[in-house]
C-alpha cells in the first residue's frame, strides 16, 4: 500500500480471493459454479457486479444469447437481493446507503491543490496526474503493446478494468489503492501472457512486431 490511504478492510483480500475463483470457474465456462461463487463474495463485496461484465464480454461469443441473458439476470437479482438485505440489517449503521457519490472527491483530488490539506497528505501535481497510469506499477503497459497476443477472454478483463475505473470514480475514493486489488489479476494475467510470449519469441530468435502467436485472436 502507498503511503496515502494505507489502511485495509478486512474484505478486501477476500474480494482477491473471490476474484481469483470467479476468474476460474468462468475460464472452464461454469457457469453455474461462478454464480453460487458469485453469490457468497457479494455478501463480501457488492463490486462482485463488475464480474458480470466480464462474464458477458467473455461469453457473448459462445452462449446463445437467452442462456447468457438468463445468467445475467439470476446474477443481477442475487446482487439486489444481497445489497438490500445488508442495507436493511445494517441501517443504524454509517455507509448503509446503496452507494456513495464521490465523483466531486475524484475530481478535486485531481485538480485541487488545496484538498491535501483536508487529507492530510501531500501530492504534487505530476503525482495526481500519474497516479491512475501508475497503478498496477504501469504492468498494464505490457498487455496493451502484445494486445494481439490475447485471447479473447484474457482481452475481456481489460475492457472490464475500463469499465471499473470510469464507474468506482464516481461511487469510490480512487486514491484508496485498495480498491483495485480485485482488479490485480484482470491485469496481471495478461500481461505474463504477453511477457512469457515476448520472452520465447527473444530465445528463439522471432520477430516480436511481425508474427502473431498461433491462434490468436482478431
Known amino acids: 500500500m502507498p503511503m496515502w490511504e494505507p489502511f485495509w478492510y478486512p474484505y478486501d483480500p477476500y474480494a482477491l480471493v473471490f476474484t481469483l475463483a470467479l476468474l476460474i470457474l468462468l475460464a472452464k465456462q461454469s457457469y453455474g459454479g461462478f454464480t453460487v461463487v458469485f453469490a457468497v463474495a457479494t455478501c463480501n463485496r457488492e463490486t462482485t457486479f463488475f464480474m458480470t461484465f466480464y462474464l458477458i464480454l467473455a461469453a457473448w461469443r459462445t452462449l446463445p444469447f437467452r442462456t447468457l441473458s438468463a445468467w445475467v439476470a439470476v446474477q443481477f437479482l442475487i446482487w439486489v437481493g444481497v445489497k438490500f438485505c445488508l442495507g436493511w440489517c445494517f441501517q443504524a449503521h454509517s455507509g448503509a446507503t446503496l452507494f456513495q457519490h464521490q465523483y466531486w472527491s475524484n475530481i478535486r483530488f485531481m485538480f485541487d491543490m488545496t484538498y491535501e490539506q483536508q487529507l492530510g497528505y501531500s501530492f504534487e501535481l505530476l503525482v495526481r496526474l500519474a497516479f491512475m497510469p501508475g497503478q ?31 464507474m468506482m470514480s464516481y461511487v469510490a475514493n480512487l ?3 485498495r480498491i483495485f ?38
Not at 185 to 214: K, N
Open 136 to 166: 498496477f506499477a504501469f504492468i498494464w503497459i505490457l498487455p496493451v503493446l502484445g494486445w494481439r497476443y490475447l485471447q479473447h477472454f484474457l482481452r475481456a478483463g481489460l475492457i472490464t478494468l475500463i469499465i471499473f475505473i470510469a
Open 175 to 177: 486514491y484508496e489503492s
Open 181 to 218: 486489488l480485485e482488479t490485480i489479476p484482470w491485469v496481471l494475467t495478461p500481461a505474463l501472457v504477453v511477457l512469457v510470449r515476448w520472452l520465447g519469441d527473444s530465445l528463439q530468435g522471432g520477430d516480436l512486431v511481425e508474427h502473431a502467436p498461433t491462434g490468436a485472436v482478431a
